[in-house]
């Protein structure tokens, strides 16, 4: 009687001490907090977004063994070969596969040949039904780096408070309805290493550079250096807007 007692209370703290498999599960959203994280305190867009990526937000759904993500430039399929001592590999049907694992409320992108070790978190802000891969981390992005209320220093509409929401829609700046910062692919080679945003008015936009500073951001008119037959390559023109966070 004394043995089984005794084999009930080990089995009963070996059970205590393994791990819940689900704090391995990695299905979900995820998203590079980290970048987020970095640029909303003063590292440069374009700089905190390479420094932490290059991918931006994970798709993973276990249950189907399917996983994706985005680098902003384009989204990538792949399948889930299962779980390993708490790691999720992903093959990338022919290419090179990556390694998921779960600690806490992170997820680790292990490091390749490719790529380096990257961390995402969790994502918490909605999108709408139907929203594409990047939604997630665009609007997490816009939210913690673009949002609250800000004030013309000076260009047109000085003195007006601006908002830039998390869904692309911005109120009080002359001239635009909505924006997007450049994340990646052609528009970031254009723009020489700039910050660079798209504002738009009824459908019609154009390309602008910007610099954030603390608490002020600056936007620049985009001038093109290339030739006609050329990609084009923006530079800093006339500043058009100082804006400062209330």
């Excluded at 009963?12 to 498999?21: R, T, V, W």
């Excluded at 001592?85 to 049907?93: C, I, L, M, N, T």
């Excluded at 806490?104 to 490719?114: E, I, L, P, R, V």
């Amino acid at each position: 009687m004394r043995h089984a007692l005794a084999l009930s209370l080990v089995a009963l703290l070996l059970g205590g001490c393994a791990s819940n498999p689900a704090d391995r599960d990695v299905s979900g959203t995820w998203i590079n907090q980290v970048a987020i994280d970095a640029a909303s305190k003063g590292t440069p867009l374009r700089e905190a977004l390479q420094a932490y990526g290059p991918n931006l937000e994970w798709d993973v759904n276990t249950k189907a063994l399917q996983a994706r993500y985005t680098n902003g430039f384009e989204n990538v399929e792949g399948k889930l070969l299962g779980e390993e001592s708490g790691a999720w590999k992903v093959d990338f049907y022919g290419s090179s596969a990556s390694e998921l694992k779960r600690d806490g409320k992170q997820m680790t992108q292990a490091a390749s040949d490719n790529e380096p070790e990257q961390v995402f978190d969790r994502a918490v802000i909605p999108v709408p039904e139907g929203a594409p891969m990047g939604a997630s981390f665009e609007r997490a992005l816009y939210s913690a780096y673009m949002g609250g209320s800000w004030k013309v220093l000076s260009g047109p509409g000085e003195g007006n408070t601006v908002q830039f929401q998390a869904d692309g829609q911005v109120a009080g700046l002359p001239g635009a309805d909505r924006y997007a910062l450049c994340l990646a692919g052609d528009c970031a080679s254009m723009s020489g290493g700039n910050d660079n945003m798209w504002l738009q008015l009824n459908g019609q936009g154009n390309t602008w550079i910007f610099a954030r500073k603390g608490k002020e951001l600056e936007i620049f008119q985009a001038a093109n250096t290339a030739q006609a037959d050329e990609m084009p390559q923006f530079t800093p023109g006339d500043r058009k807007w100082l804006l400062e966070k209330q």
